[in-house]
């Protein structure tokens, strides 16, 4: 008679807790989320997660580096045409319906506190608006406007509709996850582009 015997896995199980608090971040928030509901959700003990991970803050920092930071550097996201910033940006975001969802909850719970993972965040966004800047310096970009401003209005433009989907249903009648819909953004984006930039 042989006894089977289940043998354990812990990088499977570790990255079932990472997609299972994915999703709980994005439908609850940070604040919202718990460590018994990823539980449940991953089919594993609230002490197994404790083990992995050791709390909240630490499995937020894992989903965020695995699940919604991209693998790629802001320069390599970069357009050749300065005008095409906005519409590039909108182009590599428009796929990342869980992480727009977390932030949305975010804005909504933070009050203008530390977020988790803030030094990480922060300087991935430097890293973006120095990128930015650098095109402004090679003449890229008009010299008479702020870089900082021109970062928040390309990352504001290229979130805003699939962020709040359903403002977007209400303004334009369109499902904002809809290929036609996203295809005509980008396109007024680098309309939007060419008008704001002189290009």
């Not at 594993?44 to 790629?72: C, N």
């Not at 802001?74 to 940006?89: F, G, H, K, M, S």
Request: glycine share 6%; net charge positive; aromatic share 10%.
């Amino acid at each position: 008679m042989t006894t089977k015997t289940r043998t354990r896995d812990p990088e499977r199980t570790r990255r079932r807790v990472i997609d299972a608090a994915a999703k709980e971040f994005a439908q609850r928030g940070f604040d919202g989320t718990t460590l018994s509901g990823v539980a449940r959700r991953a089919r594993v003990s609230k002490q197994l997660i404790h083990h992995h991970f050791g709390g909240k803050e630490a499995l937020f920092q894992a989903v965020h580096d695995s699940k919604f930071r991209p693998a790629i550097h802001w320069r390599e996201t970069l357009p050749e045409n300065p005008a095409d910033l906005i519409a590039t940006r909108f182009e590599k975001r428009k796929g990342d319906q869980d992480y727009l969802r977390f932030l949305a909850w975010e804005a909504a719970s933070a009050r203008n506190r530390v977020v988790p993972g803030e030094e990480d965040r922060r300087q991935r966004l430097a890293a973006y608006g120095e990128a930015i800047h650098d095109i402004q310096q090679q003449g890229g970009l008009p010299a008479d406007m702020d870089w900082r401003l021109i970062q928040l209005a390309t990352l504001s433009l290229a979130t805003y509709p699939i962020a709040f989907t359903q403002i977007t249903r209400l303004v334009t009648g369109k499902d904002a996850k809809d290929p036609a819909f996203q295809a005509e953004w980008a396109e007024f984006l680098r309309v939007v582009g060419r008008k704001l930039f002189g290009c």
